[in-house]
């Protein structure tokens, strides 16, 4: 079993900065793809990115490619998601998910393959 919690989100200008953060705990969490997702309102959830179980492997969604860095720290059970050049477009719920062994390609970018999932944190870019 494993659980997820994210924070760090908040309300930003565009053209701004911020970091997320995945609280990942599990007897074995470091066997597990992360996943970030967001859900934007009246729309369906969709991929930002995921990495692998040791942080080797990381896809990313071409709306963000180049401005989120996906990262994790098995020791302190923590996957973080580095967002700059913020848009209004990136406004939504972000999740984090885990499943585990997951392959970092298509495969991780289907919210479908994961198991489980975080309650969400807000992030809201306007000026």
């Known amino acids: 079993q494993l659980q997820l919690v994210e924070s760090g989100g908040g309300l930003v200008q565009p053209g701004g900065s911020l970091k997320l953060s995945c609280a990942v705990a599990g007897f074995t969490s470091n066997r597990y793809t992360i996943g970030w997702f967001r859900q934007a309102p009246g729309k369906e959830r969709e991929d930002v990115a995921c990495?692998?179980?040791?942080?080797?492997?990381?896809n990313y969604a071409g709306s963000v490619k180049g401005r989120f860095t996906i990262s994790r720290d098995n020791a302190k059970n923590t996957v973080l998601l580095r967002m700059n050049s913020l848009n209004p477009e990136d406004t939504g719920v972000y999740y984090c998910a885990g499943a585990r062994d997951l392959e970092v390609g298509v495969a991780c970018r289907m919210p479908t393959n994961y198991n489980y999932w975080g309650q969400g944190t807000q992030v809201t870019v306007s000026s």
């Open positions: 990495i692998s179980p040791r942080g080797l492997f990381t």
